[in-house]
């Protein structure tokens, strides 16, 4: 029955096949064009490559010759325009022997770390009752950090470790605390106000961390 | 034209009524049900009064005789369950002379602050390169900060000072950090490890405000 | 340890701090850029002041010289940007003594009402069974109006009565009922027709709120 | 090679399948069980058959015997659970002549019509400027209707009409401002003060509806 | 009372009418304007007219001369800009005797379908346990299509067929199976290894379907 | 001056600290509670541990022997209750030498893959006009996979490769299509009507992966 369908109708698909308007499959970013609250502007499809999906910047180690002995290398959508309007991105994190990935918050998302290789101690912190979940985590395992809530990553072995950090926002923003508090022109007084932290602990990580007042 | 229509129909009308069966035009949370990630459970519409819609408790002064001289009082879906799955809430801060909102996030929604009395000096720090934003506000004056970034208010007058901030989250969370990091079990050498703080200055802070490890 | 942390690595973290690119943290709107279903476009972040999410209009009262003897003064995203795909608004009503808010809906958003001066009786009505949820609240008192459902607020004492409005859309819409029928063009048949009003009733207020036809 | 693919594995298939646990690929609701802010419980997935998804109630016609000479039959989530959870609903309209939906909001969603039977003359207001969009419909056609605005359908023609309104929700509601106003027990003196209609008028049609007070 | 109201303030409404600035009722689509994730651009309200809010393009009938003596007719947000931002859509099926709509998925939404002329066997496929649910649907049967699951419509009488499908989205898009496998440059190979269908099977539907490779 | 705050209300605080009732920071699914649309009832938070939040499942290398030489392993809610709520989720993919996961779908969200070892060949295909857009990846790459596409992952070296796939979604489901076309009891015939493909061909893979009818 099927051949003879197709036998029937060979000449008529030449000539009327239903065809339908674009539609909406994916928002690719464009960077240079206005952004809005959902994100970038697309990309024109017809511009759209392969490439605009795929992305080899996490295949690199990061650079860990830092103050943290870590580096987060983030996939969002500032960085790989292609999880633009997509909920979703990711990150390589690298934690040296030593290494941390301070105290941070992503205001805009969830996060899942899937730990590739070495042991992460990672933890975070409840807002209702100042609970603390943390543990080791050693090579597949991954753990979630609920949106919003502190949390923190620090190398747990004797060797260098690597993880992927997934989110539930392909803009999700990272504030690390200890950079939000010194690392800029927040004036020191304020600090203490609003942190009950030491006039001279204050003023010693401004120095340490770059920030002024 | 119109008297005629209703002369005409006026006992029709107690016949055969279009009627429509329950829609959820509200679902006030019924605490004694689970909870889902949207919210609470639904009570029963037949049970909803104008009280569930209600809340008076954000008329009373709240008690800043505490460390903070200040006090936040909540009326989220677990104090007025009438917001539950509205997207939205309220809550009151009183701030006594001297008094402070430590710093914060909330890891669920936006806030607005509207001042109804006295002066506040509020900001809040981006992510993205840690930018700090902060004004004195007075009475009347309303100012917006955005989901999940650290923020604070301050009382910046000699009188007591009102406000209503409210949320885009019928339960945005508070996360307070001096509460996050030092009134728990989470151990010092990993609050140090994770905020580069002293030794010395987190057992200090542990002890103030109630921590243990 | 942390102590030796630091002076250790004193020269290191001038070299190479991981630096995140920008992420969207807020879209303050530019309302001269093209609006979307989300919103506005955003201003250039490096152009965004903290005046761009403080707003001093809601600190003057309201011209209540009217026919309803009351004003709405709104914060939405197209008076205060700030809010601009946020999820939240707010605005000031000042009801004169007798004063009303008409009723009417918000198309877009669910509101908390907060009375911070004199009396306000406020209710609103069901869809499902026209229930009608009203009660007078003082000074203090919260009400929700869920999303979309008629409600209203009128002046219950002999003074006049602020409150605030917040809502969980940055532009929440207006929709007063007696305006949306009787101040534009919308002829007086398809009014009487739509709403069992009669011709001389329709005609009358056409008259008095400016409507034709 | 395909060929020797399947000869090779033909008995491994049978051992070791990647079996898929449970995902939610829908809802359907389960009115017995409690409600939440996004819908119904779910049924279990086993209990589902094909007549959850499938619904004969539309192909009635409605009782348009009576005072509006018109009949709105819903397929909600609480008639149809099987859009529970999908974001779409939808609903037959009868029109018989001279037949009207009054003027009416749905709080919860916006709605597309298309006419399958006579004329339908359709419009909306909108809530900025009070703009109405109103236009005669014929076979065919279609019209939006944005979220929460007030709209209407009248029979346009000298024949029955039948139309079907689809929703961007699976509980849209349905507020006929006549039935909020007049259907009820609101006083009387709250619907004058709130909407300026004449005590004679509001009086004369809760006679008509069956309100009260 | 009233009357007495509407006197007295008859002149003053001509003063101080508290007037609103625009809010986003709806967000017509202005195609030459970038694309968001969210969708269009709006055009600017003042240029907006009823015929943006309506459409006749599904009144004609459509043309089944063609392989699959079927037709889908798309009111989407790129055919219809009206529907833009709003969370809807709707498109026309004509199904010619035999006529089919092949095996498809909408990325972005669920589907409603009301049948309006003949019957029609539809039916969808569920991810978890690959379930089947199909029926035969007649004059006025609706059925749902849950989010991006395959499903199909055949007609399943002796008379041509029509039908409207809603979607839950502006933008749903219409993945058809056999189109995705056979009507493009995805290499034989390639289709073979990822669906286990035969090569000559391939290599025959490519010819067909007008694919390469 | 801090020194002296602290000293002074050193008592104080023991008294009257300002207490925040629970809020929901997380939804911890409890699979023995009725499910809603927007996934799994909560846990009760006082029983919740850290143990909620990791998942060791993804750390064993999946069974890749079996008809396509690969393997999923889940970390959805239903294996990780953990996600619930969280708008994301994981999922382990082993591929061994030739291995493939064949044509699919995730109805409910997008996919980013990240390859953690040996080369993988992946790719999707567009809705609009049935574009393909693969590409080989090797370890470190990341491509995306916008929501609801049919797409493929192929081990495209010569030794076993692994990846990790996040998802938008805490459910995203799994629709593999030869699955969904052979391995039910969807009847042959209508198989054959709505893919195009030849009856000898469906009762083939009829056969081979478990089907009936």
Known sequence: MVHIFFLFF???????????????????????????????????????????????????????????????????SAQFPGVNGLGISI??????????????????????????????????????????YFKSLKKGDIMVFPQGLLHFQINGGGTPAIAFASFSSPSPGLQITAFALFKNNLPSALVEKTTFLDDAQVKKLKAVLGGTG
């Not at 009327?16 to 464009?30: K, L």
């Not at 994100?39 to 992305?55: E, H, I, L």
């Not at 860990?64 to 870590?70: D, E, G, P, Q, R």
């Open 91 to 132: 990150a390589r994190l690298d934690l040296a022997v030593d290494g941390v990935i301070p105290l941070h918050t992503h205001p805009g998302g969830s996060e899942v770390l899937v730990v590739v290789e070495g042991t992460i101690c990672a933890g975070f912190i409840s807002s209702s009752a100042n609970s603390v």
């Open 10 to 76: 060979f000449l008529l698909q030449l000539l009327s096949f239903p065809s339908h308007a674009a539609v909406q499959d994916f928002c690719v970013g464009d960077l240079s064009l206005p952004e809005g609250p959902a994100g970038y502007s697309c990309k024109k499809p017809a511009k759209v490559t392969v490439n605009d999906f795929v992305f080899s910047g996490l295949g690199v180690t990061g650079n860990t010759s830092n103050l943290i002995k870590a580096a987060v290398t983030p996939a969002f």
